[in-house]
């Protein structure tokens, strides 16, 4: 086992015993060999060229393959293995009558699956070359964020086979041992190019389903009734839920990356769609003891529950799988019965108490777009001197503390934008606001980082200028696992400059590529609060 694919990892080099975030070391090789053969089904799918009617499959396939091995999404070795003895049927059926086909594509190992996946040819460390590994694996994760938002777009009918077609071109470039740093630099800054169609395309679908998101006060308080607590990013089953759970006494609320759920106009007419509970993902140990009902893991976001102690009232679905966990699949028409844990929820106790009170969100870039004359000004009249974007993940570590405490010491005459789970850490500060705006603007999900670089584009375009860098807006960005991975990604892409990355630089970064990324965008890592005060803010 080497894992280093999330900030959390051991030492800041590598997991390479058991996962920080409780993986087990057969989970992460199976993971590793589900990413081999992925590149394997992508190098036979790029081949074959014209895919006729298993396109969509494959292009499935591979973004579900991605997508799964996302920290915090999959923990089960068997759902491992099913997706790659599935990709690897995929796989042979379409390579009849290919021959030389490169190792990816010619692996078809059955048997002992856990064994094969330890092979030296098969994970991370198979590339020799440090800085080669480094942009192999920057891209690798680029991808999985983007393939995370593509599935989210594609379950509610939206597609871009242009997204599809570069994540199977990317997945092969990567084995590819002919290419340079600076041909895999170039790869890198496509592979945000197309993260940031993913994340458009992901914004249209949810936007046309769903509605814009709108200011929304959202309850923190539970009520009497049980109830069914919902997390992850899959806003098709948040509507599930809410149509399934209506009239039967159960009510629903979100956790963690689903909060922004409560900002969308469709999902307002539930009566029984009551508020969020509790924080960002790391703190459901606690709060899914004291929620008392099911909890549905929609994508990743799982913590391996202490003591199994709610283990009987944890379900997962898509690809997301904790083994214990009732996983609930869809039926071919892409229908999921959620009927067996709203009959669980049923008979437990109701949630219990842990907050009090409101928060504020709905900040996407179509609500911002109608407060556009106010907000322009408030910077004109110099009543808003910056724009501080400090979207990305929350995470365990004690020195994320760092983002609160930044958040405190910011003048008053500045407004954070954020999206993702790093708002924890100051969505609950009731910050005020700069003439009716507040000082925290949240898009939504990590994915609603889309909306936060819409948002730049267009005060870009009201103040007349040249470069996206010259407006007044910041960037402290924390990162946690492989979607900021994306967004960081995206945002380069957009020529968005001096970023402050933290709470620490990804360990899969080595010091040449960190050197590209300094030299091109004055990445710079966070300092202490008082020098990224004095730094980003003050000077
Ligand atoms: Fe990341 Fe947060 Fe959204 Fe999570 S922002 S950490 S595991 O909630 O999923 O991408
Ligand atoms: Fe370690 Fe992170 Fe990989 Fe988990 S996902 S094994 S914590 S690097």
């Known amino acids: 086992m080497f894992c280093f694919q999330c900030q959390e990892t051991a030492g800041n080099k ?45 292009q499935d396939r591979i973004a579900d393959n991605l997508f799964t091995t996302i920290t915090n999404a999959n923990f089960n070795p068997k759902t491992v293995e099913d997706y790659i003895v599935k990709t690897l049927d995929m796989k042979k059926e379409l390579a009849q009558g290919m021959s030389d086909l490169p190792a990816e594509a010619a692996f078809d190992v059955r048997e002992g699956l856990t064994e094969a996946a330890k092979a030296d040819a098969i994970g991370v ?10 942009l192999r694996e920057l891209i690798t994760y680029g991808l999985k964020g983007t393939a995370a938002y593509t599935r989210h777009a594609n379950v509610l009918g939206f ?7 570069f994540m199977a071109e990317a997945l092969e470039k990567i084995t590819d041992d002919s290419l340079s740093v600076d041909d895999l630099v170039a790869l890198t800054l496509k592979t945000g190019e197309n993260g940031v169609k993913a994340m458009a395309l992901l914004d249209e679908a949810n936007t ?17 009734n049980p109830g069914i607590l919902i997390s992850g990013h899959d806003l098709k089953d ?25 900002y969308y106009p469709a999902f307002k007419k539930y009566d029984h769609f009551v508020g969020n509970y509790g924080g960002s993902w790391w703190h459901q140990k606690e709060e899914f003891a004291s929620f008392n009902g099911p909890i549905l893991m929609t994508t990743n976001c799982i913590v391996p529950p202490k003591d199994d102690s709610y283990l009987d009232r944890l379900y997962t679905t ?27 929820a049923k008979g437990c106790k109701a949630p219990e108490k842990i907050e009090e009170g409101t928060l504020v969100g709905g900040f996407a870039h179509n609500q911002v777009f109608a407060l556009a004359d106010k907000v322009v000004d408030a910077v004109k009249s110099g009543a808003i ?7 990305g993940c929350d995470g365990r570590q004690r020195d994320r503390n760092y983002y609160e405490e930044f958040a405190k010491a910011l003048p008053e005459d500045t407004v954070i934008l954020t999206a993702g789970c790093a708002k924890y850490r100051y969505n609950k500060l009731h910050m005020g606001d700069i ?24 005060l870009q375009e009201i103040f007349g200028l040249a470069d996206i860098n010259e407006l007044p807006i910041v960037y402290n960005i924390a990162w946690y696992e492989q979607k900021a991975v994306i967004v960081l990604l995206a945002l380069l892409s957009l020529g968005v400059k001096n970023i402050h990355l933290g709470p620490t630089l990804p360990a899969f970064l080595s010091d040449n590529v960190v050197k590209v990324l300094v030299e091109n965008f004055n990445i710079a890592p966070n300092g202490t609060v008082e020098e990224d005060i004095q730094n980003l803010i003050l000077s």
Not at 159 to 165: T, Y
Not at 385 to 391: A, C, D, I, Q
């Open 14 to 58: 590598g997991c390479t015993v058991k996962g920080v975030c409780g993986k087990t070391k057969d989970v992460a090789d199976l993971q590793d060999l589900l990413i081999y053969v992925t590149k394997g089904l992508a190098q036979v799918a790029n081949r074959k060229g014209d895919l006729g009617d298993k396109k969509e499959a494959v």
């Open 208 to 224: 046309t389903k769903y509605g814009h998101p709108e200011i929304t006060e959202v309850s923190l308080e539970p009520r009497n």
């Open 238 to 262: 948040m509507e599930a839920l809410l149509e399934q759970t209506k009239g039967t006494g159960v009510d629903v609320y979100t956790h963690s990356e689903m909060l922004p759920a409560n």
């Open 318 to 344: 898509g690809v997301a799988s904790y083994p214990g966990a009732k996983f609930i699949d869809e039926d071919e028409k892409g229908h999921k019965d959620f009927s067996g844990i709203i009959e669980q």
């Open 159 to 165: 597609r871009n086979d242009e997204v599809h077609a």
């Open 125 to 134: 460390l198979a590339t020799k070359d440090e800085d080669i590994r480094s």
């Open 385 to 391: 001197k910056k724009f501080v974007v400090m979207g």
């Open 435 to 458: 003439g009716g705006i507040p000082r925290v603007l949240d898009a939504g999900q990590c994915n609603d980082s889309y909306s936060l670089a819409v948002i730049a584009m267009k």
